[in-house]
């Protein structure tokens, strides 16, 4: 886009005024400067713009240079021709010796007039919309005198986002000026507000109506967008305004906002243009329409405008009447303060020291541009006139009026109501619904890391269809939404990331399915709330618990200690009262103290153990029992809890252990995942292993190819769903991804979408579509674990058997040392025997006592040698007689032999 050159050619038009003005002289403001002066001004004579600037110089001739001196206002007319203006200013400057020049009104004719001046140095007040950041080193003497539009675009992207547009088609004259000084400004400010623009339409100051008649087409034919922001010259724009009420798009559904260029001059539109702009919103500078200096200000304008273009219909004076009346008194300030220096840069510099109120708000200058406008006025046309709504203010927002007091808010919906081209009482969308043979394309993977989400099958005689969770969310979604749409879905083979890139390359207008938010994603897409849970979570291998020890496990160490440390007090007690009044409790320390250990633990079971003699022993017993029933009965319980209820213990507990151990860890989503691990996670790369979906994660651990591995919220759910028994999640949710509908960027359906979804949430049928499509799956088998084998018990029965064995062992022991022993007695008796005497067996000598009570029985040794099993069964018959023995054994001989004498 560049400069057009204008169809018009050059000479000047010259106007010397030194006539009365015929307005009452007391009613003037006092004259700032009473010397000579030549003050020159390029404008377009034919446009309202440059009438109402011609008008209020003149008034500010009078008002400030004193009536009848010898100040001239020399006014040139451009003709709207970047060329013919340049010869203006070189003639005003060469011939007519201006000390000053105001305008003119476009950055293309202001470049050549500042440029012609550069060597003059002669002061350039321009109101051209904006001017480079470059200016002021190439032509120190152009003064922007005008505020540049930076914060009017604001104000535009404000009202596009009190109504959540968020898609906006810009038109506007494709010039330099604009192209580079306006719109980019625009651009940013609609990006601030989350507002893309869908279309540039760059109309040329010569565009033909056919031209336009084609591009208008065009937007309506290929564009969902329905919101335009219109920054053109006014009289191209009204051009605009009248075929777009031929082509049917001033009406329902559709938005115009306007700029500057059009909005101040909406209160000089007479009644058959202004029919054919009903509907339109506009932004426009503000300057305040009160005090005694505008009314004054005001009567004399609109006296002398109506004499000098009777064959305008409107007199009031608008901000570019304001902005050349301030320039006026900018310049009589400072030839003033210049005194005899009145030229070049001595001027130029007294300018730059201009620090009032004028009529169009504060004139002060910085880097040569005037004080940036801060308050811009919001016009609504109706009917045959406009409806000023309200404010809005940089910083602070909008509101009905400008005073001390004022409420401000960040939407202008409070302001009133808008009558909008479809009429008022109906808010436009911004953007117009789909026929039903203009279908939305909708991506959905052909492959899905879990067929809940997106399952794609094949038919031979249906074709290809697709379900799942994500579907059906898509589904609910456009069907509680407030107008048709629809779509077909189309299937795409590639990856997730390829997936959203195709909606940049416009070959689907939306995605569907598992599809993760992602920041890099961003770039390519848009998305909406996710309508799964957000996060990444850490899933690793459940330890393969031991139940070995699980019997010591219900009490702490301090317990069992406490509890055995009572039991053998309890009887140690039991025993010191029991001990005079049992025999069997007596006898050796070694074992007073055996029988007192069992007697303690034999207590804590029953009081069937040895008959109490005392009552004060009962009454510790039964104390004790009780206290001990419910130790076992607590016991018990809490055992048995541990048994049944598994308690699932991490292989790993710690994000942080995992990272130390250099272990592999498992991640299925994508590049982006990988960056997440790498870049903020700090795994190292040779650490993480790729997998094609996270089923493949039970494989992959199995194979003991990864100890941990990264998943989604949704995918863990599902995974852990399933394998509840062998995988525990543990360390924090990163708060990143979800799934949720992707959208090209700018998209006008997205903020629709989003809003369908937030009330699927709140009435509970997207909790309802989870519970039917996200259903927990049976847990997966696991080697059977519930039932209860040796190994839970193995410490128990090496422990009793111990006991056992080694009392069996010791008992034998001691067993067969006694029968030898008495084996080795009675050998020696035998060789004791003498002839017609008694000898006694060594183990009898030791035992008068028995002897005397039961007496000796004396076998001839030569009939025991003849006959000794009868003898025996002799022997027998005594035993039987003395010792009440009815049951001997048979062969047994050491009882014989302890009281056999031989004689």
């Known amino acids: 886009m560049g400069t057009l050159p204008h169809?018009?050619?050059?000479?000047?038009?010259?106007?010397?005024?030194?006539?009365?003005?015929?307005?009452?002289?007391?009613?003037?403001?006092?004259?700032?400067?009473?010397?000579?002066?030549?003050?020159?001004?390029?404008?377009?004579?034919?446009?309202?713009?440059?009438?109402?600037?011609?008008?209020?110089?003149?008034?500010?001739?009078?008002?400030?240079?004193?009536?009848?001196?010898?100040?001239?206002?020399?006014?040139?007319?451009?003709?709207?021709?970047?060329?013919?203006?340049?010869?203006?200013?070189?003639?005003?400057?060469?011939?007519?010796?201006?000390?000053?020049?105001?305008?003119?009104?476009?950055?293309?004719?202001?470049?050549?007039?500042?440029?012609?001046?550069?060597?003059?140095?002669?002061?350039?007040l321009s109101f051209?919309?904006?001017?480079?950041?470059?200016?002021?080193?190439?032509?120190?003497?152009?003064?922007?005198?005008?505020?540049?539009?930076?914060?009017?675009?604001?104000?535009?992207?404000?009202?596009?986002?009190?109504?959540?547009?968020?898609?906006?088609?810009?038109?506007?004259?494709?010039?330099?000026?604009?192209?580079?000084?306006?719109?980019?400004?625009?651009?940013?400010?609609?990006?601030?507000?989350?507002?893309?623009?869908?279309?540039?339409?760059?109309?040329?100051?010569?565009?033909?109506?056919?031209?336009?008649?084609?591009?208008?087409e065009n937007i309506k034919s290929k564009q969902y967008c329905r919101v335009f922001v219109v920054h053109l010259p006014f009289k191209l724009a009204v051009r605009l305004f009248e075929m777009a009420k031929k082509m049917e798009m001033m009406k329902?559904?559709?938005?115009?906002?306007?700029?500057?260029?059009?909005?101040?001059?909406?209160?000089?539109?007479?009644?058959?243009?202004?029919?054919?702009?009903?509907?339109?919103?506009?932004?426009?500078?503000?300057?305040?329409?009160?005090?005694?200096?505008?009314?004054?200000?005001?009567?004399?304008?609109?006296?002398?405008?109506?004499?000098?273009?009777?064959?305008?219909?409107?007199k009031e004076p608008g901000i570019y009447a304001v902005q050349a009346y301030d320039a006026m008194r900018t310049i009589a300030l400072g030839l003033n303060k210049a005194g005899s220096k009145r030229g070049g840069k001595e001027l130029l510099e007294n300018i730059l020291d201009a620090d009032f109120?004028?009529?169009?708000?504060?004139?002060?200058?910085?880097?040569?541009?005037?004080?940036?406008?801060?308050?811009?006025?919001?016009?609504?046309?109706?009917?045959?006139g406009h409806n000023e709504l309200g404010y809005w203010s940089n910083g602070l927002g909008f509101s009905e009026n400008i005073h001390e007091n004022s409420i401000y808010n960040?939407?202008?919906?409070?302001?009133?109501?808008?009558?909008?081209?479809?009429?008022?009482?109906?808010?436009?969308?911004?953007?117009?619904?789909?026929?039903?043979?203009?279908?939305?394309?909708?991506?959905?993977p052909s492959f899905s890391g879990y067929e809940e989400y997106v399952k794609v099958e094949s038919d031979d005689r249906l074709g290809t269809n697709s379900s799942g969770f994500a579907n059906e969310v898509f589904k609910a979604t456009t069907a509680s939404m407030p107008f048709f749409l629809p779509y077909e879905f189309q299937y795409f083979n590639g990856s997730y990331n390829e997936l959203v890139e195709q909606l940049h390359l416009k070959n689907f207008d939306a995605a569907v399915g598992d599809v993760e938010i992602v920041a890099s994603r961003h770039q390519?897409?848009?998305?909406?709330?996710?309508?799964?849970?957000?996060g990444l979570?850490?899933?690793?291998?459940?330890?393969?618990?031991?139940?070995?020890?699980?019997?010591?496990?219900?009490?702490?160490?301090?317990?069992?200690?406490?509890?055995?440390?009572?039991?053998?007090?309890n009887g140690f007690v039991v025993w010191w009262i029991e001990r005079k009044h049992c025999d069997e409790l007596q006898g050796s320390i070694t074992t007073q103290i055996g029988i007192m250990i069992w007697l303690s633990f034999n207590t804590l079971f029953s009081l069937n153990g040895p008959k109490l003699h005392s009552n004060l022993s009962r009454m510790s017993g039964v104390v004790w029992l009780f206290v001990a029933l419910i130790i076992i009965q607590t016991y018990t319980a809490n055992l048995t809890s541990m048994l049944t209820v598994q308690r699932l213990e991490p292989t790993i507990p710690t994000v942080e252990e995992l990272l130390n151990s250099n272990e592999m860890v498992g991640y299925c989503t994508g590049p982006y995942m990988e960056r997440y691990l790498a870049e903020v996670l700090k795994f190292k790369n040779q650490n993480m292993l790729y997998f094609q979906s996270a089923e493949s994660?039970?494989?992959?651990?199995?194979?003991?190819?990864?100890?941990?591995?990264?998943?989604?919220?949704?995918?863990?759910?599902?995974?852990?769903?399933?394998?509840?028994?062998?995988?525990?999640?543990?360390g924090p949710t990163y708060r990143i991804g979800g799934f949720g509908f992707a959208f090209p960027r700018g998209s006008p359906l997205l903020a629709s979408v989003n809003e369908a979804l937030l009330n699927l949430s709140e009435k509970g049928a997207l909790q309802e579509l989870e519970r039917t499509w996200i259903t927990p799956q049976k847990c997966a088998k696991m080697p059977s674990d519930d039932s209860l084998g040796p190994s839970g018990f193995r410490e128990l029965f090496f422990i009793t058997g111990g006991t056992t064995t080694i009392a069996f062992v010791i008992y034998n022991r001691l067993g067969l040392a006694e029968t030898k022993r008495r084996e080795e007695d009675i050998s020696g008796k035998r060789g004791q025997v003498m002839e017609g005497g008694v000898v006694l067996a060594a183990r009898e000598r030791r035992r008068p006592a028995e002897r005397a009570k039961y007496g000796l029985v004396c076998f001839p040794v030569g009939s025991w040698k003849k006959g000794r099993k009868q003898r025996l069964e002799e022997v027998y018959e005594w035993r039987l007689e003395k010792l009440g023995d009815r049951n001997p054994k048979a062969g047994d001989t050491s009882t014989i032999y302890g009281f056999l004498v031989f004689c």
């Open 537 to 569: 979570v850490l899933i690793v291998p459940v330890r393969s618990s031991s139940k070995a020890w699980s019997f010591i496990k219900p009490f702490t160490t301090t317990m069992w200690v406490l509890i055995s440390v009572i039991t053998v007090y």
């Open 128 to 216: 051209a919309d904006t001017a480079p950041e470059w200016v002021s080193e190439r032509w120190p003497s152009l003064l922007q005198a005008s505020p540049d539009k930076r914060a009017q675009m604001k104000a535009v992207a404000a009202i596009v986002q009190s109504w959540n547009w968020h898609q906006v088609i810009v038109i506007y004259e494709d010039t330099d000026s604009s192209a580079r000084g306006v719109i980019p400004h625009l651009h940013d400010a609609l990006r601030e507000v989350n507002s893309e623009v869908s279309q540039y339409v760059a109309f040329s100051p010569f565009a033909s109506s056919d031209s336009m008649s084609k591009e208008l």
């Open 252 to 314: 329902k559904d559709y938005v115009w906002i306007t700029t500057d260029p059009i909005t101040s001059l909406v209160h000089s539109i007479n009644a058959s243009v202004i029919s054919s702009m009903k509907g339109i919103l506009g932004v426009r500078s503000y300057f305040p329409k009160r005090g005694q200096h505008f009314e004054n200000f005001n009567q004399r304008f609109r006296t002398r405008f109506s004499r000098k273009y009777p064959q305008e219909e409107k």
């Open 357 to 384: 109120n004028g009529l169009s708000g504060k004139v002060k200058f910085k880097n040569q541009n005037v004080a940036a406008a801060e308050i811009f006025q919001i016009v609504n046309v109706i009917g045959t």
């Open 524 to 534: 390519y897409a848009e998305f909406t709330y996710p309508f799964t849970e957000t």
């Open 7 to 124: 169809a018009f050619s050059l000479f000047a038009l010259i106007l010397l005024l030194t006539s009365g003005t015929g307005a009452d002289q007391s009613t003037k403001t006092q004259a700032i400067f009473k010397g000579s002066a030549r003050i020159g001004a390029i404008v377009d004579t034919s446009s309202r713009i440059g009438k109402e600037e011609i008008v209020a110089m003149e008034v500010a001739k009078e008002d400030f240079y004193g009536f009848g001196n010898l100040t001239f206002l020399l006014i040139n007319d451009s003709q709207k021709d970047t060329i013919h203006a340049a010869l203006e200013a070189k003639d005003l400057i060469d011939t007519r010796q201006v000390q000053a020049i105001i305008g003119p009104q476009t950055w293309e004719e202001v470049s050549l007039v500042a440029e012609i001046a550069r060597e003059t140095q002669v002061p350039i």
């Open 410 to 444: 960040l939407s202008m919906i409070d302001l009133g109501q808008v009558h909008w081209p479809g009429g008022p009482g109906y808010t436009p969308r911004g953007w117009t619904a789909l026929t039903s043979a203009k279908r939305l394309r909708i991506g959905v």
């Open 697 to 730: 994660y039970a494989k992959g651990f199995e194979d003991k190819k990864i100890s941990a591995a990264f998943l989604g919220i949704p995918s863990a759910k599902k995974f852990l769903a399933k394998y509840c028994n062998s995988f525990i999640q543990i």
